[in-house]
């Protein structure tokens, strides 16, 4: 049945800016037997198609209060002949739970359209399932982007009371700051990018330019200091990256980030599960040998410094030498909205008492990695968005375990939508699955 009064409420972020959040507010209506229902949306969509969705109503026959919270999943429209449709794109809740009364409420699958001038996706109608299978089309009246100014005291307090965590953060800030000698604290960042490249220098430049900032905001959000060293272009090259790990000297408290962008590869029957960075200046030289290192013997290095956190990343192939990174399409978008971090998200995170270094690649032995001039590599991208994701006000499970996991589960379907080239074979859809090793000390 259809509900006379709907409120979504949605998860509300404080603190730092994202800009790879979109937060719809939605009005809408379906025209029935009975008469006109009027409902009211808010919809949130993360970079990489993921959202949560929270559901507020009131049902007329049981004159209940309801609260329902949902994720939401993502997927292209199909054409009459069952292909797939590009040009829209459908938002369906899963994972429903209910928070408070007695009915749960079946969602509706939000329609977004491509919008050919803007290249964005925007709302364009709601269409409802009943419980008999049959649809109702909800006919959009208004859809508003919502920003950071639009949280207002007023609004959150139609939803939300005093006491409650997501006003204490918009309106009190009473999450504690980093202490005194948590500010001390160092965020060394080393991003060695293959920029020059004629394949994938575009791409490259798209992961150091992202990855930099990341890290540097995060920095600036935990008010702590940031210490970054850059090899790309034509400093790219084996001794600078010899270079770059002999200079780190970290505290037991400090960070410590290595991250590389360009082409990898492995041998069958090497030992090395992990890839090796081709760190060759010019063409002419001979792959491997005195111009490669692997990436475990870097975590290896840099996890015997002792800092508090370090994180070794690799977006490259882990394949035969000599294969190229596979291009992927461009990432389905939709309007950005400005909302912002959790402290304590972040702290959990990045702040950690306990010591942990995580080594992750982009692909596992034998296979390419896949990215495009837009969004970067496909595991870059997918990372620093599960990274934003954990630090986000209400994240569920904040750790570095779920981040890992959710940045795989990402990478993989991503890189089922890409194309591959294998050498004398047509395209294939690539096969992409991001291996880690996750070390408490």
Same mark, same amino acid.
């Given at each position: 049945?259809?509900?006379?009064?709907?409120?979504?409420?949605?998860?509300?972020?404080?603190?730092?800016?994202?800009?790879?959040?979109?937060?719809?507010?939605?009005?809408?209506?379906?025209?029935?037997?009975?008469?006109?229902?009027?409902?009211?949306?808010?919809?949130?969509?993360?970079?990489?198609?993921?959202?949560?969705?929270?559901?507020?109503?009131?049902?007329?026959?049981?004159?209940?209060? =309801?609260?329902?919270?949902?994720?939401?999943?993502?997927?292209?429209?199909?054409?009459?002949?069952?292909?797939?449709?590009?040009?829209?794109?459908?938002?369906?809740?899963?994972?429903?739970?209910?928070?408070?009364?007695?009915?749960?409420?079946?969602?509706?699958?939000?329609?977004?359209?491509?919008?050919?001038?803007?290249?964005?996706?925007?709302? !364009?109608?709601?269409?409802?399932?009943?419980?008999?299978?049959?649809? !109702?089309?909800?006919?959009?009246?208004?859809?508003?982007?919502?920003?950071?100014?639009?949280?207002?005291?007023?609004?959150?307090?139609?939803?939300?009371?005093?006491?409650?965590?997501?006003?204490?953060?918009?309106?009190?800030?009473?999450?504690?700051?980093?202490?005194?000698?948590?500010?001390?604290?160092?965020?060394?960042?080393?991003?060695? /990018?293959?920029?020059?490249?004629?394949?994938?220098?575009?791409?490259?430049?798209?992961?150091?330019?992202?990855?930099?900032?990341?890290?540097?905001?995060?920095?600036?959000?935990?008010?702590?200091?940031?210490?970054? %060293?850059?090899?790309?272009? !034509?400093?790219?090259?084996?001794?600078?990256?010899?270079?770059?790990? =002999?200079?780190?000297?970290?505290?037991?408290?400090?960070?410590?980030?290595?991250?590389?962008?360009?082409?990898?590869?492995?041998?069958?029957?090497?030992?090395?599960?992990?890839?090796?960075?081709?760190?060759?200046?010019?063409?002419?030289?001979?792959?491997?040998?005195?111009?490669?290192?692997?990436?475990? =013997?870097?975590?290896? %290095?840099?996890?015997?410094?002792?800092?508090?956190?370090?994180?070794?990343?690799?977006?490259?192939?882990?394949?035969?030498?000599?294969?190229?990174?596979? %291009?992927?399409?461009?990432?389905?978008?939709?309007?950005?909205?400005?909302?912002?971090?959790?402290?304590?998200?972040?702290?959990?995170?990045?702040?950690?008492?306990?010591?942990?270094?995580?080594?992750?690649? /982009?692909?596992?032995?034998?296979?390419?990695? /896949?990215?495009?001039?837009?969004?970067?590599?496909?595991?870059?991208?997918?990372?620093?968005?599960?990274?934003?994701? &954990?630090?986000?006000?209400?994240?569920?499970?904040?750790?570095?375990?779920?981040?890992?996991?959710?940045?795989?589960?990402?990478?993989?379907?991503?890189?089922?939508?890409?194309?591959?080239?294998?050498?004398?074979?047509?395209?294939? &859809?690539?096969?992409?699955?991001?291996?880690?090793?996750?070390?408490?000390?």
């Amino acid at each position: 049945m259809k509900l006379k009064i709907l409120l979504l409420l949605f998860v509300i972020f404080c603190g730092f800016h994202s800009y790879s959040q979109t937060l719809y507010e939605l009005t809408y209506h379906f025209q029935l037997k009975n008469g006109r229902e009027n409902y009211k949306a808010l919809l949130l969509r993360n970079e990489d198609g993921t959202g949560t969705i929270r559901l507020e109503y009131y049902d007329l026959d049981t004159k209940c209060r =309801n609260l329902v919270e949902m994720n939401i999943v993502e997927s292209y429209g199909e054409n009459e002949d069952g292909s797939e449709d590009t040009t829209t794109l459908i938002y369906v809740g899963l994972d429903q739970k209910l928070i408070l009364g007695k009915v749960m409420y079946k969602p509706d699958h939000f329609v977004f359209k491509l919008n050919l001038q803007t290249n964005y996706y925007e709302p !364009d109608f709601v269409l409802s399932i009943n419980d008999n299978d049959t649809e !109702d089309i909800g006919i959009l009246d208004d859809a508003v982007l919502l920003q950071q100014e639009d949280l207002t005291k007023e609004r959150i307090l139609q939803y939300f009371t005093q006491s409650d965590e997501v006003y204490q953060c918009l309106f009190v800030n009473t999450t504690r700051g980093l202490s005194p000698e948590e500010q001390k604290t160092n965020l060394f960042l080393v991003v060695v /990018a293959n920029t020059n490249d004629k394949s994938i220098g575009k791409t490259c430049v798209v992961d150091k330019d992202a990855t930099l900032k990341t890290f540097s905001e995060i920095a600036e959000f935990l008010k702590i200091a940031f210490k970054p %060293i850059v090899i790309a272009g !034509d400093d790219f090259s084996k001794a600078n990256v010899d270079k770059a790990l =002999n200079s780190l000297r970290p505290g037991n408290k400090d960070i410590v980030v290595f991250y590389y962008s360009g082409h990898g590869f492995n041998q069958p029957g090497d030992g090395y599960g992990y890839p090796f960075m081709d760190l060759r200046e010019k063409s002419y030289q001979t792959i491997g040998g005195e111009f490669t290192i692997n990436i475990e =013997n870097v975590y290896k %290095i840099i996890k015997a410094k002792g800092a508090r956190l370090n994180l070794v990343l690799s977006d490259c192939c882990n394949n035969l030498p000599g294969q190229t990174s596979a %291009i992927s399409p461009p990432l389905a978008s939709t309007r950005s909205s400005s909302i912002g971090w959790d402290l304590q998200n972040c702290k959990l995170l990045f702040m950690r008492e306990q010591p942990m270094s995580l080594l992750m690649t /982009a692909a596992q032995k034998g296979e390419l990695s /896949a990215g495009n001039t837009e969004i970067g590599g496909i595991f870059t991208s997918n990372f620093r968005e599960s990274i934003e994701k &954990k630090i986000r006000l209400f994240a569920s499970d904040v750790s570095w375990d779920n981040l890992v996991v959710s940045t795989q589960s990402q990478t993989v379907a991503r890189a089922n939508r890409s194309n591959c080239a294998e050498e004398g074979q047509p395209q294939i &859809k690539c096969v992409q699955h991001p291996v880690y090793k996750l070390e408490a000390k």
